[in-house]
């Protein structure tokens, strides 16, 4: 048997065609199945019986406290928000009334969002906060999370003692800022009067943003949808080409991790959901 040498790869900043899964249909199953894998509810969850929204939470730009993130730690983040509370205002003294499940990035006119998905128990009656969140009452989001180092962005030292100062207000997209570094933990997210992040906002639209696996060999480029089935427990294996073609992965969306590899001189593509 030959042996085959992968380097799994987290990638997904590139925005192309559909993903969905298949129909809309298959969006939410996917999205159900997430809750039930990461959450583990004690009831398991269905589309019948739960309510799902996504919040575009944070990007890659300097936010009004003029901190930014870099787009490997919005990578991170996606994983650091899963199975984290929705509350109202940063009140933790109240009980949440959402639970994030999930996170991909979205690439928007320039700009990469961090997207999270969130979701709570339909009701029998009337859901205040589902009317809410559809009216666009409540619109603006906000997260709290810890980190280690606010980094100068021009000098690399701690901004709390270096000789530079924040230029929050202005609208230089080049202004001195600091990054977040040595993040650590997301507590929550939170509905709020005002986000510091300029164009926060809450969606119905489940949809994938980057939604395409893509490979390239010499001579081509195939963008191929994510193919129904996958698993978090193992790697799924596909042929690429009958042809003796080295590929090289270009992208994939947010929460699948995919691979290229050779065997038998035939090229072959490894997904698993990660």
């Known amino acids: 048997m030959e042996k ?23 969006r ?7 809750i039930n894998e990461r959450i583990k509810p004690p009831r398991p969850v269905t589309a019948e019986n739960v309510n799902i929204r996504a919040m575009y939470l944070v990007n890659d730009k300097i ?34 009334l959402a639970r994030t499940f999930h996170a991909e990035l979205e690439m928007k006119e320039g700009v990469l969002w961090l997207k999270s998905f969130f979701y709570w128990p339909k ?16 619109k603006e989001c906000s997260i709290s999370f810890t980190y280690t180092f606010p980094e100068c962005s021009l000098c690399g030292e701690d901004i709390r003692r270096c000789r530079h100062e924040i230029e929050a207000l202005s609208p230089d997209e080049n202004r001195t800022h600091f990054i ?19 164009g926060t906002h809450i969606t119905d639209r489940l949809v994938a943003g980057s ?17 129904r089935g996958l698993s978090s427990e193992h790697v ?17 969306p947010a929460g699948v991790l995919a691979a290229t590899a050779m065997k038998g001189a035939k090229p072959f593509l490894m997904l698993k959901l990660g």
């Open 28 to 34: 939410v199953a996917f999205l159900v199945s997430r």
């Open 63 to 96: 936010n009004t406290h003029g901190g930014r993130f870099r787009r490997a730690d919005l990578h991170d983040l996606c994983k650091l928000i899963a199975d984290t509370p929705v509350l109202v205002g940063h009140n933790r003294a109240g009980q949440p």
């Open 180 to 198: 977040y570094r040595g993040i650590t933990q997301v507590l929550e997210t939170s509905l709020v009067f005002k986000g510091s992040v300029r």
């Open 211 to 227: 939604d395409k696996i893509v490979v390239r060999s010499a001579v081509n480029q195939l963008d191929l949808s994510v193919p």
């Open 123 to 138: 009701s029998d009656g009337i859901d205040e906060f589902r009317d809410k969140i559809d009216s666009g009452v409540f």
């Open 4 to 26: 085959i040498t992968v380097t799994l790869s987290r990638k997904g900043t590139t925005t192309a065609g559909n993903l969905a899964f298949g129909p809309p249909d298959d």
């Open 236 to 252: 799924t294996i596909y042929p690429l080409s009958n042809r003796t073609r080295e590929y090289r992965l270009m992208s994939a």
